[in-house]
T-cell receptor, first 115, second 112 residues
């Protein structure tokens, strides 16, 4: 069975600090997909990134970057120079290419960025 | 623009009543999902559907049912609401190839 673990329940940083959110996953599939979603205080779920298991290149998008390491089954998310608007709950999720296509979510990490 | 909408946004119901939460998407996606969000658990899968007339159980399906009579809608029914079903419910849809899921705004359900 697939599983996603986000061990950090809550992180608090001061604005402009860098912060890394950890995500560790378990799956038996050789082909799978990893995702990050953001849930701001308003409650909606916002898609951030999708990465397939064959692509281990790191991804950078503005202040956001993602480090995918198959060897450690991790897909970590780093925010550089954090801002108050980054305050949200962040979810890591996994879907497998065979079987169901539903996302399995981690329990989320609440990030608070203090001014 | 294509979208996915849930209704109602808030609902208070009594224990034992039947409740139906609506989900409608205009993406023309085959895959639709219902999740519940509870503190400390993230989002947990209740039911999902890969197309018309197809429905499948997720990890927390007890006490819930869905039906898929067309591509656009996947209503979620609580047969006999229980206090343990107080939660925030999210509907989502996705395309066919493990693409990202698009989520509705959520429905906050309180069972008293």
């Amino acid at each position: 069975a697939q599983k996603v673990t986000q061990a950090q329940t809550e992180i608090s940083v001061v604005e402009k600090e860098d912060v890394t959110l950890d995500c560790v996953y378990e799956t038996r599939d050789t082909t799978y997909y990893l995702f990050w979603y953001k849930q701001p205080p308003s409650g909606e779920l916002v898609f951030l990134i999708r990465r397939n298991s064959f692509d281990e290149q790191n991804e950078i998008s503005g202040r956001y970057s993602w480090n995918f390491q198959k060897s450690t089954s991790s897909f970590n998310f780093t925010i550089t120079a954090s801002q108050v608007v980054d305050s949200a709950v962040y979810f890591c999720a996994l879907s497998e290419s065979t079987g169901r296509r539903a996302l399995t979510f981690g329990s989320g990490t609440r990030l608070q960025v203090q001014p | 623009d294509a979208e996915i909408t849930q209704s109602p946004r808030h609902k208070i119901t009594e224990t034992g009543r039947q409740v139906t939460l609506a989900c409608h998407q205009t993406w023309n996606h085959n895959n639709m999902f219902w999740y519940r969000q509870d503190l400390g658990h993230g989002l947990r899968l209740i039911h999902y559907s890969y197309g018309v007339q197809d429905t499948n159980k997720g990890e927390v399906s007890d006490g819930y049912s869905v039906s898929r009579s067309n591509t656009e809608d996947l209503p979620l029914t609580l047969e006999s609401a229980a206090s343990s079903q107080t939660s925030v419910y999210f509907c989502a849809s996705s395309g066919d190839r493990n693409t990202e899921a698009f989520f509705g705004q959520g429905t906050r359900l309180t069972v008293v």
